[in-house]
């Protein structure tokens, strides 16, 4: 049973370009979550896609945004990159009804340049 | 604003040392307390805690909940090289529906051989 695959693994992209991170969660799972972890820091709740709407989101600004497909893979999109968005991006699943533990992806490692 | 403030930051300590990690939190609503261990990327999962003082056990880690104090601790017994990682502890906060994850910074261990 595969867990919760992430591609690409590593990006490098420039100043004001856009990125797509994609995820595909642990079988079973119907609901995904998306977390930005800078470089000693926590994991930093983006937002969670349940039923391929966005159900919960952080405090991130509108650049960021997701999609979740009815096969229940999920997409984050990053618009107008900057420096400050250079981080690991963590997807994570889990289902919907019962416990709440959250499987992660390996993660991308987003380098803006 | 919802935290979750974990300490001490860094740990350094010596095979068969015992280690407490600490964890507090201010949230406007708690469903969970989770606590991860995270080595390279993906974070893993080892303990849901949702009940005040009942101890949840793995093998050398152990972890209680304190639902009035808001706090938790993480304690490791007779430690050995292979835990050393980062210890992340996050508080599930219900939200219209769903909820999100809040992370702390995190302690990194390292036990010396």
């Known amino acids: 049973d595969a867990g919760v695959t992430q591609s690409p693994t590593h990006l490098i992209k420039t100043r004001g370009q856009q990125v797509t991170l994609r995820c595909s969660p642990k079988?079973?799972?119907?609901?995904v979550s998306w977390y930005q972890q800078a470089l000693g820091q926590g994991p930093q709740f983006i937002f969670q896609?349940?039923?391929?709407?966005?159900?919960q989101r952080g405090n991130f600004p509108d650049r960021f945004s997701g999609h979740q497909f009815p096969n229940y893979s999920s997409e984050l999109n990053v618009n107008a990159l900057l420096l400050g968005d250079s981080a690991l991006y963590l997807c994570?699943?889990?289902?919907?009804?019962?416990?709440?533990?959250?499987?992660f992806g390996p993660g991308t490692r987003l380098t803006v340049t | 604003e919802d935290k979750v403030v974990q300490s001490p930051l860094s740990l350094v300590v010596h095979e068969g040392d015992t280690v407490t990690l600490n964890c507090s939190y201010e949230?406007?609503?708690?469903?969970?307390l989770l606590w991860y261990k995270q080595e390279k990327k993906a974070p893993t999962f080892l303990f849901m805690l949702?009940?005040?003082?009942i101890e949840k056990k793995s093998g050398r880690l152990s972890s209680i909940l304190d639902k009035k104090e808001l706090f938790s601790i993480l304690n490791i017994t007779a430690t050995q090289t292979g835990d050393s990682a980062i210890y992340l502890c996050?508080?599930?906060?219900?939200?219209?529906?769903?909820?999100?994850?809040?992370f702390g910074a995190g302690t990194r261990l390292f036990v010396k051989a």
């Open positions: 994570a699943s889990f289902p919907g009804q019962g416990t709440h533990e959250q499987y």
């Open positions: 079988s079973g799972h119907d609901t």
């Open positions: 896609y349940y039923e391929e709407e966005e159900r």
């Open positions: 949230v406007t609503n708690f469903r969970s």
């Open positions: 949702t009940s005040s003082g």
């Open positions: 996050a508080v599930e906060v219900p939200e219209a529906g769903g909820f999100k994850t809040i």
